[in-house]
């Protein structure tokens, strides 16, 4: 299985010296959204940058593992809120890189069904040891449940 995205950009007015980071993705699926670099990094902080798209695919993986466990386990589950944060620093080459993400899923299960902290841990923990983004990433991934 293989997946596609196109990334355009196109030379635009800048100040002296720059050049415009902004661009567009377009998935595979269709959806396209306007993205740019972070503002730290002379980008347009209206647009979606890199480092929250990969903090976005390592929060959905998750999310969609946990959903896929907790279904096989016969635990309904009412909602997931995830909100996630990533943080730029060194890695150990001493280039900037995202060095850890941190996932803090809040999971609300359906009327009725009960699950303890250990269990939830457990699902947690398999889900980030199948989920196929982190198993894709060098920087440091912790969940906080």
């Not at 720059?18 to 959806?31: L, P, T, Y």
């Not at 940058?49 to 466990?69: G, K, R, V, W, Y």
């Not at 299960?109 to 939830?120: K, Q």
Request: proline letters at 3%; a negative charge.
């Amino acid at each position: 299985m293989g997946f596609k995205v196109t990334t355009n950009w196109q030379s635009s007015p800048s100040e002296e010296g720059e050049f415009n980071r902004d661009h567009e993705v377009k998935f595979g699926s269709g959806q396209t959204i306007q993205t740019s670099s972070a503002p730290e990094y002379k980008g347009n902080a209206d647009k979606v940058n890199p480092e929250e798209c990969l903090l976005a695919a390592l929060s959905s993986c998750h999310m969609l593992t946990f959903l896929a466990i907790a279904h096989l386990k016969r635990l309904t589950v009412a909602s997931y809120i995830d909100n996630a944060t990533a943080d730029l620093g060194q890695n150990a080459a001493g280039k900037i890189a995202v060095v850890k993400m941190t996932l803090e899923p809040k999971v609300i299960f359906a009327e009725g069904v009960e699950v303890d902290d250990d269990t939830l841990a457990k699902i947690h923990e398999k889900a980030h040891a199948n989920c196929f983004i982190a198993n894709s990433l060098a920087c440091e991934v912790d969940i906080k449940h």
